[in-house]
Nanobody
């Protein structure tokens, strides 16, 4: 059974940094693309970033470009999301998800293509 577990969420001041981790349960997921999504209260879940399982290529939402960095360490079965210069609008529950489908620049942000989801970790940014 495939599982993903997020951690690293916290309450942080505006301008601060956090690093989220997503640990996946099976080594075969080394070849899966991993995406990070977030959901603020009363809003739809939105894509934040994605890293490919085949060539480590990455994608970012415009709202986080230049501030967030996604990376993966297959030896640790972990994908990271480094978040710098955090803003109150970054507040939400952050989820990681795994996709068997190889994503492109036009579909990486679509939830329907992801097969497995974690339970989420809360990020709260206060001004």
């Amino acid at each position: 059974q495939f599982q993903l577990v997020e951690s690293g969420g916290d309450l942080v001041q505006s301008g601060g940094s956090l690093r989220l981790s997503c640990v996946y349960s099976r080594f075969t997921m080394d070849y899966y693309g991993i995406g990070w999504f977030r959901q603020a209260p009363g809003k739809e879940r939105e894509a934040v970033s994605y890293i490919s399982g085949s060539d480590d290529s990455t994608n970012y939402a415009d709202s986080v470009k230049g501030r967030f960095t996604i990376s993966r360490d297959n030896a640790k079965n972990t994908v990271y999301l480094q978040m710098n210069s955090l803003k109150p609008e970054d507040t939400g529950v952050y989820y990681c998800a795994a996709a068997r489908t190889r994503m492109t620049g036009t579909n990486w942000n679509r939830r329907v293509f992801y097969d497995y989801w974690g339970q989420g970790t809360q990020v709260t940014v206060v001004s």
